[in-house]
């Protein structure tokens, strides 16, 4: 008996250090794609910058945070985990530093590449220990709580905090946050990685076995559906406030609506980070695609406040709920690097997304070919994660 408390206390430490590291990591890490809309004012007044530049700059950061994950193939399961992260960690920190002394704007976009690839390399390390928690469904949970509290904190201070200050403020900002997470990188094995499935862990390993490898057409499915998903979700939240004000919604209007939809997130993300794991979770899954459906359909025509009220919350409560078990899905098929190819397609998807939407809305002239784009994406991409579901042992 004293025995298995003993395994039993250290696997509930275990599972906390995890939750913490992905906690901490994913909500500041992430801060460099929530700040755009606070700092881009701000580039503008350094740099002298034209809409285009500034876009590059914002695509080129995020298309460095998605690239992270090919060379992970490499270096994933070969380098202790505490000393890749410390090493990664101390780029970011570095790279943030040198972002605010940049006068070149080349030259801060070289910088901020070399960032958001340090960055991008550790998210591919918190998805994959997401993945091997013995409780993968809550793991993700947190993963995706912390980046909206984050996200709604620094809409909400920042632009306050730093009214009368240059950008240069901001980057060091973030310095400061990356070094915090130091402390965290204490709280995972740093050998978790390359220990063998089954055997007891240290401390910070999971005790989650690893399954058989799923067939490969298991795979395209999986990250087929999440690239769909993350193509379809980024390409309408990217032009609802347009779709907003073509219907005639006044701008605070639709601002206090798009704030009530993030605390929905918010709520929702909590909701399936309490529930973890479930065996209703194709159940979930099919719910949150289906409440994503029905409010793109409802952002068809015209939509008047209330319809777009609906629309927005019922669209941030879905797609927040259902991330993390669509992430966990993903982790279970049984492969040490999907989740540095999942890493990959949602940066690809939150590429192509906001580029598609946008070029289908110029062509066409209203936002009927957009949506339903998405409303098609979805249903495929909900199609293809139920095969898997049905598929799972």
Known sequence: MPTKLAASGLTTKTERGIYTYIAVFSAVLNTVLLIAPVI????????????????????????????????????LRRINLRTATYLFTALVIVGNIISGFMDSFPALM?????????????????????????????????????????????????????AGVGVAAMYWTLACLAALCLFAVRCID??????????????????????????????????????????????????????????????????????LATVAGIASA?????????????????????????????????????????????????WTFILPYLLSTLAGLGNAHVMSVVNLMIGTGFAIGPLLSGALIESTGDFTAMLSVALGGLLISMAAITLIQRKAV
């Open 110 to 162: 070289a910088a901020r590449f070399i960032t958001s690839l340090a960055s991008g390399s550790i998210m591919v390390i918190l998805l994959t220990l997401s993945g091997r928690a013995a409780n993968p469904s809550r793991s993700f949970g947190i993963f995706v709580v912390a980046q909206l509290a984050m996200g709604a904190l620094i809409l909400a201070v920042f632009p306050a905090i730093y």
């Open 270 to 318: 909590l909701v399936a980070t309490i529930l973890g794991d479930s065996p209703r979770r194709r159940v979930f899954l099919l719910g949150g695609y289906l409440g994503m459906g029905l409010s793109v359909a409802l952002l068809f025509g015209a939509p008047g406040l209330v319809r777009f009220a609906i629309a927005a919350v019922i669209f941030k409560f879905a």
């Open 190 to 259: 740093g050998e978790a990685l390359r220990s063998q499935p089954r055997e007891t862990p240290g401390d910070g390993a999971s005790t989650k076995p690893v399954g058989p490898k799923a067939p490969v057409y298991r795979f395209v499915l999986g990250l087929a559906a999440v690239l769909l998903f993350y193509i379809a979700l980024s390409g309408v939240w990217t032009f609802i406030a347009q779709i907003s004000a073509a219907a005639g919604i006044g701008l605070s209007a639709s601002s206090l609506v798009l704030s």
């Open 40 to 75: 881009a004012g701000k580039l503008v007044e350094r740099y002298g910058v034209t809409p285009l530049e500034l876009g590059g700059l914002f695509s080129l950061e995020l298309a460095a945070f998605s690239l992270a994950s090919l060379p992970a193939f490499l270096w």
